[in-house]
């Protein structure tokens, strides 16, 4: 609280602390919604950089987190849109083939476990980007269905529905990739 | 019987349910194998998910995070004071842009309207037949009255139902719905019908702008298919380990009347199974899959039905069921069994070790599943992990292969922190460690921060994170490192989660003074030491622990 506040005031080395004690955090779900590293850095650096800018509107007594979160998965639901727009910078494809940016190419890497993970990755991108957010707080990030609520602006009952819904088609991409397969 | 919902499921992974929807659904899923079955898949594909969607990029990105970020303020020219909340919106100049350009499409649209009307007056006013497209517009009732009424007439003697619908149709044509509404109130016709009542001209569309208008609410998610292929997957539950890798996609259920079969039918194959000499495991005890159903249903999972799910099956259809059941050494054949975390969910890559005549090392699949060839009573088997606390066991015939670990620094039963080294502890007392086989079926142990704000979960995590490094490291400044993180917790933390964090603070200065031990080291564990004693209630388990610790230290530094 008296870190935030000291940042509110412009003590720049107040918020150097905030993002050292949140960097963790803010690059995990940068990383789940991008899932490359270059995207993942940049996501997270520019949360900062934008945290900084709008830390005067924070209101304090609220968890700094959730907001933090709904900074990233705002800056997440433009670059995709962006992405969008102009596919030939798409990760798509790349998700695709099961590598990803930022990660050894060398086909003896990549076992089992990967293999799947790639998969797994590369359905959850496919989700629609209000289920991609709901589900990397959940299961990457662990919030409680109240942070989850404070991060994306919406009821605790469209949490919980939402998460169902994205649980619900990540499993049956998954069991249509699988039936690929074989 | 009623299935639970994907939503009930969902929620129950969460552990998000009601207290009196919960206990409904714990009371179900005693009973409903195939609801146990979908929870289990539910859970461990979260667990999947969750490190299929996570990445360390090492301590090495962090450590000038902090900087860069300056740096790209600096380069923004951002680095003067935050901007503070005073200014009202609408002063800003984006708020002006905003406003203007809201007032210039007002106009325009007030424009087009008023020509629009105008026209179409001049022209039932010139013909007192009018065009047949006209006519098409109007209805019978007002194209007779058209020619009566006069264009502009009184606004104020329009009944209710007239400009409420006008201002329902501005709504839907301009951005903003109350200036405009009442402006076009005003430019409105109102035309006045044979029978008295009057009524606006305009009627383009009504049909057209009422779908429009519930176009939003009809959009929304399509449901999700409810259920996923229990019956088909149990039915392949039951096939022979040959098709284990061909993937089953997750349909929905087909009917409930072949489920009570294959059910049986499963049954039958395991309790047929577990009557094998080899690698065969008697079932669990009862009394353990109550308490808490998504810790032990996992375990369920071992079946292999999300093995196979997944298309990776290995080696568990092999040596059997992991299911909580002891282990039979009656025979040389490959013993199996799984490996969870505290939350149920399967571990991926957990190495697990044998030693005592040699030493045999294997991994955990994707589904945490592993068998190990030739164990036998008097083996150590033991089970790490990163970011857990490593499992030691001297094997014996009621040693169990269903293996929970906890994370690092939660004190769970198994919880090094707790017992000390358990390798040193346990190595001479074969035959001991009774704990385990419950331990995989017993309730996931609650920990004590998760009812802790995300900042002070995230330091807790971050302080786990440390340990798990400094224990796989074994260097003295790492357990310091860890140490320094753990009294950063303490600093945020009442009760139980400070009594917890001061813990894993002594334990963490004790690894460090064991490693290389220092007069300062020595200084800094004897302090907390006195520290933790004097504040851990009388009732913590810990205490003795602490105690035992500190009598160590007296006898260490007498000698």
């Known amino acids: 609280m008296a870190l935030i506040a000291a940042s509110q005031t412009g003590d720049e080395k107040a918020f150097g602390e905030l993002v050292r004690r949140y960097q963790r955090a803010v690059h995990r779900l940068a990383w789940s919604l991008t899932r490359n590293d270059s995207d993942a850095d940049d996501l997270a650096q520019e949360t900062f950089v934008r945290a900084w800018g709008a830390i005067g509107r924070f209101e304090l007594g609220q968890p700094l987190y959730p907001w933090l979160a709904r900074i990233v998965t705002n800056q997440a639901f433009s670059l995709f849109r962006h992405r969008r727009r102009r596919p030939e910078t798409s990760i798509e494809p790349l998700v695709e083939a099961g590598q990803q940016w930022g990660v050894e190419d060398d086909p003896a890497q990549h076992t089992a476990d990967a293999e799947r993970d790639a998969r797994l990755r590369a359905c959850f991108g496919e989700l629609a980007p209000e289920h991609q957010a709901v589900l990397a707080l959940r299961a990457v990030q662990d919030l409680s269905y109240d942070e989850i609520a404070n991060a994306l602006s919406i009821p605790i009952g469209t949490v919980m529905s939402r998460l169902s819904r994205a649980r619900g088609e990540l499993k049956r991409r998954l069991a249509g990739r699988s039936g690929e397969i074989t | ?559």
């Open chain 2, 1 to 559: 019987m009623k299935h639970l919902t994907d939503e009930q499921l969902s929620a129950l992974l969460d552990d998000a349910l009601a207290a009196g929807e919960r206990a409904a659904c714990d009371a179900h899923l005693a009973d409903c194998e195939a609801c146990r079955t979908r929870l289990a898949e539910a859970s461990a594909l979260e667990g999947s998910l969750g490190k299929a969607l996570t990445h360390d990029p090492g301590e090495g990105y962090f450590a000038d995070f902090a900087e860069r970020v300056a740096k790209r303020i600096a380069d923004r020219r951002l680095d003067v004071a935050p901007e503070a909340p005073k200014k009202p919106w609408l002063f800003t100049p984006r708020g002006w842009m905003f406003a203007g350009s809201t007032a210039a499409l007002l106009v325009t649209a007030g424009l087009a309207w008023m020509q629009f009307h105008n026209e179409q007056n001049v022209v039932r006013a010139v013909a007192p037949r009018p065009m047949t497209q006209l006519r098409e517009q109007v209805t019978p009732r007002e194209s007779d009255g058209a020619q009566a009424e006069p264009p502009a007439q009184a606004p104020t003697a329009s009944t209710a139902p007239a400009p409420t619908a006008a201002e329902e149709r501005a709504r839907n044509a301009t951005p903003n719905p109350a200036a405009a509404g009442s402006q076009l109130t005003r430019m409105h016709e109102v035309r006045t019908l044979p029978d008295g009542r009057q009524v606006p001209v305009d009627r383009s569309a009504p049909g057209a702008n009422a779908d429009s208008r519930q176009e939003p609410s009809a959009q929304g998610f399509a449901a999700p298919a409810t259920g996923s292929a229990i019956a088909q997957m149990k039915k392949k539950s039951v096939t022979p380990a040959a098709e284990a890798g061909a993937p089953v996609p997750f349909a929905a259920p087909s009917g409930a009347p072949a489920r009570d079969k294959d059910e049986k039918e499963e049954l039958q194959a395991s309790s047929e199974a577990a009557a094998a000499p080899a690698p065969a495991m008697k079932t669990a005890p009862p009394a353990a899959n109550a308490p808490r159903p998504a810790a032990a249903l996992s375990q369920d999972t071992a079946r292999g039905q999300s093995l196979r799910a997944w298309g990776t099956a290995k080696s568990l259809v092999l040596g059997g069921r992991a299911d909580g059941a002891k282990l039979n050494l009656s025979g040389l054949g490959p013993h199996c069994g799984k490996v969870h975390d505290s939350r149920g969910r399967a571990l991926a890559g957990v190495q697990v070790t044998a030693v005592q005549n040699g030493v045999r090392t294997t991994r955990t699949d994707a589904e945490g599943s592993f068998c190990i060839d030739g164990l036998k009573a008097g083996d150590t088997l033991s089970v790490m992990h990163v970011g857990f606390d490593p499992y030691t066991v001297v094997v014996t015939p009621s040693t169990s292969l269903a293996i929970t670990l906890e994370p690092v620094g939660t004190l769970g039963p198994n919880s090094t922190m707790l017992m000390g080294k358990q390798r040193s502890l346990f190595s001479d007392a074969a035959g001991t460690h009774t704990a385990a086989p419950s331990e995989s079926l017993r309730a996931p142990s609650p920990d004590v921060y998760s009812g802790q704000s995300f900042g002070v979960r995230q330091l807790v995590r971050d302080a786990r994170d440390v340990t798990s490094v400094a224990r796989r490291e074994r260097t003295a400044p790492r357990f310091e490192q860890a140490a320094k993180q753990w009294a950063a917790v303490l600093g945020q933390v009442k009760g139980a989660p400070a009594d917890d964090a001061r813990f894993q603070y002594v334990s963490a200065l004790r690894e460090a003074y064991h490693l290389e031990p220092t007069r300062d080291r020595e200084a800094r564990f004897r302090s907390a030491i006195t520290a933790f004693l004097a504040l851990a209630p009388a009732t913590l388990p810990e205490r003795a622990t602490v105690t035992r610790w500190e009598a160590e230290l007296n006898g260490a530094s007498g000698r």
